[in-house]
């Protein structure tokens, strides 16, 4: 009697074809995070840099031996 997982073939097309429908942890925990508090809207373009940007009067300049 043939089973039917002996004409099963498990190639590459076979994988990439499967699809893949589970959200990244990030994204887990920022819909958690957002259901018990909505963000506050955020300016596309603001005049201040996002946090943990440094800005230096002084420039490296790379220069070739």
């Given amino acids: 009697m043939a089973d039917d ?3 099963l073939v498990l190639d590459e097309d076979f994988i990439r074809s499967a699809g893949t429908t ?3 942890a990030r994204a887990r925990m920022l819909a958690a995070r957002w259901r018990e508090q909505e963000p506050e809207p955020q ?3 603001s005049d201040e840099p ?3 940007w440094f ?3 002084r420039r490296r300049r ?4």
């Fill in 22 to 24: 589970e959200p990244s």
């Fill in 50 to 52: 996002p946090a943990g």
């Fill in 55 to 57: 800005f230096s009067k």
């Fill in 5 to 7: 997982w002996d004409d």
């Fill in 62 to 65: 790379w220069r070739r031996p």
């Fill in 43 to 45: 300016p596309w373009r």
